[in-house]
């Protein structure tokens, strides 16, 4: 199957793998939820299987829980776990500082739980998904049903004072119908182009009534594993001031390379 996945797609897969090798024995780990993070939860289901890693898992949708009892993980709630020692997840875009735009798979409230309760958050990702300024992708908020054109017009009046570069905000749909987030929510799409300020934005759309969160994470990420379509990979570590680098041998193997279905 080598000749089939894209670029971006192998970039995705050595993200993933090179992140799986820093889940160790023992460990309660927090699971992503994305394309990205698919490749991950298949990685680590092989080490399962094949080298008898004992891990506990806690995925961030019911997509990634799906996937990651298909591949033979141990799926726990972040009830049972109660604090992390790890979680691995995707992004739509990351800065220099590691402050990252997420919730393109409507999946950032259960993420930021997560990757909050956990002693340490990596990031995996392709290189196109770093930019210099976030907010190039539509910044996900996400809000409950009740009053949805109320929360609507408060956000739209907040950007109004804002240091972005965009205003415009969009109901997510799934077909004819709202999208609806696995804790039965809305998405708010926020077209900003450019985000000057992303504390300050993160914490005044929070401040919302009807808005449970939004998909800036700001000081939660410490490092990322940078992934290239060649089998390069980076290991950037924002607290050690850190780059590693190193290749994944890229080996198509049948379990990990069947339909993801993500
Ligand atoms: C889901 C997310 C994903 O991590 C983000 O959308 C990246 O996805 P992908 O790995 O498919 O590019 O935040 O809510």
Not at 153 to 160: K, S, Y
Not at 224 to 243: A, L, P, S
Request: aromatic letters at 4%.
């Amino acid at each position: 199957m080598s000749g089939e996945l894209s670029p971006i797609d192998k970039a995705k897969f050595v993200a993933a793998k090179r992140a799986a090798e820093m889940v160790e024995d023992g460990m309660r780990v927090g699971l992503g939820t994305g394309s990205t993070a698919a490749w991950l939860v298949r990685c680590l289901g092989e080490m399962v299987r094949e080298d008898g890693l004992k891990i506990s898992c806690v995925p961030t949708s019911l997509r990634t829980a799906q996937l990651s009892r298909e591949v033979g993980l141990t799926v726990i709630s972040l009830e049972e776990a109660k604090w992390l020692d790890l979680t691995i997840d995707g992004a739509d875009e990351f800065d220099s500082e590691l402050n990252l735009i997420k919730g393109g798979g409507g999946a950032l409230l259960q993420e930021k739980i997560v990757a909050s309760a956990s002693d340490q958050m990596v990031v995996i990702a392709d290189t196109a998904k770093e930019v210099s300024r976030l907010g190039a992708f539509p910044l996900p908020i996400e809000v409950i049903p009740f009053g949805l054109s109320t929360s609507r017009a408060l956000v739209e009046e907040l950007l109004i004072s804002m240091d972005v570069m965009g205003r415009a905000v969009s109901l997510r749909m799934d077909g004819a119908a709202p999208y609806i987030t696995d804790e039965g929510n809305h998405i708010l799409d926020l077209h900003l182009t450019r985000i000057g300020n992303p504390r300050q934005l993160s914490l005044a759309l929070n401040q919302i009534p009807g808005v449970v969160e939004n998909g800036l994470f700001i000081d939660i990420c410490d490092t990322v594993v940078v992934g290239y379509g060649d089998g390069r990979v980076e290991v950037r570590d924002i607290n050690e001031g850190t780059i590693e680098t190193d290749r994944i041998d890229f080996v198509e193997t049948d379990n990990l390379f069947t339909d993801l279905g993500d």
